[in-house]
């Protein structure tokens, strides 16, 4: 069954219009009578019947619905900004590995301001994702413009905080399963590509975050999010078992 997108504040008049719409009668050519499967990126899913297809929208019929809960366990990932080259992928791989949210974050060593606004194109991915994967959730962006003192500002509600630091950095401990996929909220920040600056270390492990290492290479950012992904999912899947 194919999957299709529409915005929580519009799913008591289920329409679809755009490139949803678009999608639904030029590319799959769907017909009347037939069923879709429709997310909102806040946990519900509905099975539709399409309705109603002209030019410009197609009418659904909610059939049946399903409210996914919350996770127990969630981990929001903050990167520190870089290069655009890569991007895309760390949004798919954010949908697809159930963070629950993303931030860019301003680094001193970023190579490029953060834009102070998320681009549609960002949501765009993520939500190309979320119906690829089936996953009833669309992680939060956000643009963390403020550097280190937004970033510490923004923690304060959660109850795991972390800091993954490159090798010549003293740490607690090794990351590994058993520091992820835990009850609560969970916080890890991933530096740019040129890596934390030491005041940024300094001001971070003041605000309460402990210090984590993932091995003694220096890893590209995104392979070092991914890495923290998985471990975090692996051990979510290891407790459903």
């Known amino acids: 069954m194919h999957a299709f997108y529409l915005d929580p504040e519009k799913w008591d008049n289920p329409i679809l219009e755009g490139s949803e719409h678009h999608h639904l009668s030029k590319v799959l050519r769907l017909k009347n009578g ?3 499967l429709l997310l909102d990126g806040k946990g519900r899913e509905a099975v539709c019947e399409l ?23 969630q981990i929001t ?9 890569r991007r895309g992928f760390i949004l798919e791989k954010c949908v697809e590995l159930e963070a629950s949210a993303l931030w860019f974050w301003q680094a001193e060593r970023s190579q490029f301001p953060v834009p102070k606004d998320i681009k549609n194109s960002w949501q765009e991915q993520l939500i190309a994702g979320a119906k690829q994967c089936r996953n009833p959730y669309i992680p ?3 643009a963390v413009s ?4 937004e970033l510490i500002e923004k923690s304060k509600d959660y109850d795991h ?18 520091h992820l996929g835990m009850e609560g909220k969970t916080l890890c920040v991933i530096g740019p590509e ?28 995104e392979t070092a999010a991914v890495m923290v992904l998985g471990l975090h999912w692996w051990k979510k899947q290891q407790k459903k078992q």
């Open 77 to 85: 990932l903050a990167l520190g900004w870089g290069k655009a080259a």
């Open 194 to 221: 040129g890596g934390f600056s030491p005041k940024e270390v300094e001001q971070l492990i003041n605000a309460g975050f402990k210090t984590f290492t993932i091995g003694d290479r220096i890893l590209r950012w």
């Open 51 to 73: 309705c109603e297809i002209n030019k410009k929208e197609a009418k659904l019929k909610i059939c049946s619905e399903k409210t996914y809960p919350e996770e127990k366990a």
């Open 161 to 178: 905080k972390q800091l993954l630091v490159e090798s010549d950095y003293s740490h607690d401990a090794f990351l590994s399963e058993e």
């Open 146 to 149: 403020g550097g280190v003192k």
């Open 140 to 142: 939060e962006l956000c």
């Open 34 to 36: 037939d069923q879709i």
